[in-house]
C-alpha cells in the first residue's frame, strides 16, 4: 500500500470507475470447459465449484444444460449444493435453451448471440438486427418472467457495427436485463478500444444496467482489457483459471487479481483468499494435464525471483523498490537469486550474513568478483556459491590467524566446508 | 486484413501514433540474461543473436560488459559479427560503464538511472534530481563524442515524480540523446497510464529524440502497454524470447507480434519473419530449461485449437469468424476439436466427409448425439469418435441394403473398423 500511495503518478479514478468495485463471473466450468483438453467429471465439477465459490468467486458460470445430458445433470446437481457464489449458466438466447436453464434452477441465465457480420452470416444463416432484438427480448421477458436474473452479450462485440451495438443494448436495457455484455470473443481488442465501447455504452443504457466484459488472450491483452473495461465503468469481469478457455482462453483469475492488487488492495483482500489461488491453480493444472505457465503472475515459478546485483541490492534494502505485489499476499515466496554472474556484491553480503561468516565489505567484494568469474564459466548452484564463500572465509580467517603468530587452525562454522575449491 | 479491414469500431489512428511503424529492441541476451535459470554460452549468444536479427529484430541489447570479464568477451565478439541488428548494450550511468561499452564497439549505450523515490533512496545512496541530471548529461555528452547512439532511461519510471521525470528528459532531449526510455521496471502500469505519460511525454521532448518503452508483466499487462505506448507515440519497444526476465519478464516478443498483427499487418509481414518465432522460442525454452506456457500466443499448444460445436461450425464456415489471427501467416496450424461433449454436428459432419463417409444431415445428427453421450462418460481420442462415425456409417449402408433386399455386406473404406462397438 504505501508503494502505492507514494506514487505521485497514481491515477485519480472517475466516479464511473469500477477498479475498486467489481465482481467476479468465474467461468472455469463453461468457458474452461472448452479449453482443449478438459473433461471435468462431475465430482471434478464440484470440487472446483466448491472451491472457486470458497475463494470469494460472486459467481460460477456453467456449461450450457443443452449441451449433453451430463452437462444438464451436472447442472441441476451444483444448483443443489447451496454455495455462497451465484450460479450461472451460459445459453443460446432461444426460449428452449433458456426454459432448460431455469428448470435447471441456476439463479441466472447468461444469453448470448451474435451479432457482428461473420456471426450472422456464417453461424446465424443470416439474420438482421431487427430479428435479433425481437428474439433476445423474447428470451430476457421469458427468462425474467421465471424470477431469474438474466444477462444479454453479443458475441465478437468489438467486430459488431457499433449502432447495431448500442441499439440492441438499449432495447434490452429498457426491457429490464439485469446486466449486458461485451465479449471480446476472437481477442482482438485493444485496452482503448475496450475503455472507449464500454465508457460509450455506459451512457447509452439505464445506470441500473449492469456491464459485464469478456475478454480473449489471443493477442496477449485479456487482463489489460478487463482492467480498462473496470476504469470505463464495467461491474463484472468474466475469469477463468489460468485462463483455460477456446485457443488459448480469457483472463486468468490468478493475473487479474494480481492486476487489482496495486489498484485496489483493500477492496481485493476485504473479498477474495487470494492464497487459495495457488491450490486451485495447481488442481486445475493437473486436471487439463498442463503446467503452469513460468511466467504466471504471482504462481510461475520465477514470479517472485530477483537476479541482476542491482535489483538484489535494492531488494535486500527494501522489498517495495522492485516488487509491486507482496508475494506473502498470495502466501508466496520471495527469491533472491545470488548465484549468477549477474550478482553483486550486497547480495553475497546478505548471504554471508545468512551463513553467519563474518567478512568486511572490502573482503565480501573480493570474493564476489570470485563467484563471478566461476560464474562466467559455468552456473553455479547455492550450493557452490555457499561453499566458495565459506572456503573464502576459512582462508581469511587463516591469514588473520597466521599474521597474529598463531599456526593453529580456526573451527567453527567454516570448518566443515574450509576444504572446497574455492 | 479483411477481419480488420470490416471493423466498423477499428480505431482510427491519430498522426502521432506509430503503431504501424515502430521498432524492435530484442533484450534476451540482456533483460533475458537476468531471467532466474538464463546461463548463456558464448556460443548460445551468437546463436540467439543471429536468429534474432535473422528475424529482423532491429536492435540486440546485451548484458553491461561492466558484469563479468565474460559479458564483456561476449559483447566483444558479438559486435564483431555484423549482423544486421544493431548491438546495444545496457549500462549504468557512469562514464567508467559508458567508456568500456563504446571500447567494446557497440553501435549504441541504453544508460539507465533510477529516479524514484524508492530507488534514490534504497540504491542510489539518496541522490537528488540535480545530481542525477548532472552526471546523465555528462555521460551522454561522453558517448555522443566517441559517434555512438545513446540512449538515457530512467528506471521505475511510473513510479517517479512526474515534474522530476519531464524535467530530466527534457534535458537529455535538449543535450541531443537519441532516445529516452520509459520502465515500467516493477510492472505496475496499466495501458492508460503508460498512454499518459507517453503522450505527456512527447509533448515535452524534441520531437527529433525518439522514445522507448520498457515494461514488465507483473500484473499480465506488458503486452498491452506497449501497444498503448505505441499508440501515444513511442518508437521502439522493449522485448525478450518469450518475455524471459527478472521476476514473471517483459512484453514478449512472440506475444508482442500476435499483438500487432491485426492492427499493422502489411508492415509486420514487410520487416519481421513471423515463421521463424516458433524456432526461436524453441531454442531459448530448451536453453533455459522451461516449456512454452500452453497459453502463449501463436506458439502454444491451443492458441489455434478450436472446441465448442458452436465455434467449430462457424470456423469450419470461415475461419475469419472466431481468428484475428492466421495460423498460416506464424506457420503454425489450425485444429478443430471436434471429439467431445461440446462437438456440434457441422464439426462431425466435416469430419464424416474428411473421411470419405457419405451421410445425410439427419445421420449426421443422430450420430452426434451418439458420439456427445459417449463423451458425457469418458474422454475420447480422435481415433474414438472416427472409429464411431465409420460404425455408423457401416450400419447405415447395411440398413440400406437390406431394405433393397441385398444380403451382402457392404465393403470399402468402412470394412475395417466396421466392428468397432458404436
Known sequence: MAAIGANPYARIDDLLSNVRNFKIIESTLREGEQFA????????????????????????????????PQSRADLETICKLGLKAKILTHTRCT????????DAGVDGVDVVIGTSQFLREHSLGGKDM??????????????KGRGVEVRFSTEDSFRSDLVDLLSIYKAVSLAGVNRVGIADTVGC??????????RTLRSVISPATDIEVHCHDDTGCAVANAFSALEAGATH????????????????????????MPSSRDFVLSKYNL???????????????????????????????????????????????????????????????FTSRLTGWNAIKSRATQL????????????????????????????????????????????KAEQNGQSEQQNGENGENGHVEA
Not at 294 to 316: D, E, Q, R, S
Open 95 to 102: 426460449i428452449g435453451d433458456a426454459k432448460i436453464a431455469c
Open 237 to 260: 469481469i468474466d475469469t477463468s483459471v489460468l485462463g483455460i478457455g477456446e485457443r488459448n482462453g480469457i483472463t486468468p483469475l490468478g493475473a487479474f487479481m494480481a492486476r487489482m
Open 37 to 68: 483438453t478438459s473433461h471435468f467429471s462431475t465430482e471434478t465439477k464440484i470440487k472446483i465449484a466448491t472451491m472457486l465459490s470458497d475463494f470469494g468467486a460472486d459467481y460460477l458460470e456453467l456449461t450450457n444444460p443443452c449441451s449433453s
Open 130 to 143: 431487427a430479428a435479433i432484438t425481437k428474439q433476445a427480448l423474447e428470451v430476457i421477458e421469458y427468462i
Open 275 to 337: 492464497k487459495a489461488i495457488k491450490s486451485i491453480e495447481d488442481f486445475i493444472a493437473e486436471e487439463v494435464g498442463i503446467n503452469t505457465p513460468f511466467n504466471n503472475p504471482i504462481t510461475g515459478f520465477c514470479a517472485f525471483t530477483h537476479k541482476a546485483g542491482i535489483h538484489a541490492k535494492a531488494i535486500l534494502n527494501s522489498p517495495s523498490t522492485y516488487e509491486i505485489l507482496n508475494p506473502e499476499d498470495f502466501g508466496m515466496n520471495r527469491y533472491v537469486h
Open 356 to 399: 553467519g561468516l563474518s567478512l568486511t565489505d572490502d573482503q565480501v567484494k573480493e570474493v564476489t568478483a570470485k563467484i563471478k568469474m566461476l560464474a562466467d564459466v559455468r552456473p553455479l548452484a547455492v550450493d557452490d556459491t555457499d561453499s566458495i564463500l565459506r572456503s573464502f572465509h576459512f582462508e581469511v580467517q587463516n591469514n
Open 189 to 198: 481488442a485493444s485496452p482503448r478500444q475496450v475503455y472507449d465501447l464500454v
